[in-house]
């Protein structure tokens, strides 16, 4: 079992900035990748920000030069700085791990955390 804990969300003013964290913790032995994902009211799922083990990083289109994601492999966290927010990327913002478990391959979502831009 994985279990993913996210903080750091919140309310903020267009042009603010938030930065997201999630650990992971349980029996893991490694990582393949974590990222991050998030759904607006009446929407889908999207990607936002994923990160390899190795650092390979990949954006959305939309929050190219805004975001940046980076991890600590050493306490297993990932972490989402969000600069120059826009009132739409208010959504609830999920985190995302692939890891190798002592049971094999595993793909674990967080809870979520709610994002709100606005004035």
């Known amino acids: 079992q994985v279990q993913l804990v996210e903080s750091g969300g919140g309310l903020v003013q267009p042009g603010g900035s938030l930065r997201l964290s999630c650990a992971a913790s349980g029996s893991i032995f490694s990582i393949y990748a974590m990222g991050w994902y998030f759904q607006a009211p009446g929407k889908q799922r999207e990607l936002v920000a994923t990160i390899t083990g190795t650092g390979s990083t990949n954006y959305a289109d939309s929050v190219k030069g805004r975001f940046t994601i980076s991890r600590d492999n050493a306490k297993n966290t990932v972490y989402l700085q969000m600069n120059s927010l826009k009132p739409e990327d208010t959504a609830v913002y999920y985190c995302?791990?692939?890891?190798?478990?002592?049971?094999?391959?595993?793909?674990?979502w967080g809870q979520g955390t709610q994002v709100t831009v606005s004035s």
């Open positions: 995302n791990a692939d890891v190798r478990t002592v049971r094999g391959r595993l793909n674990s």
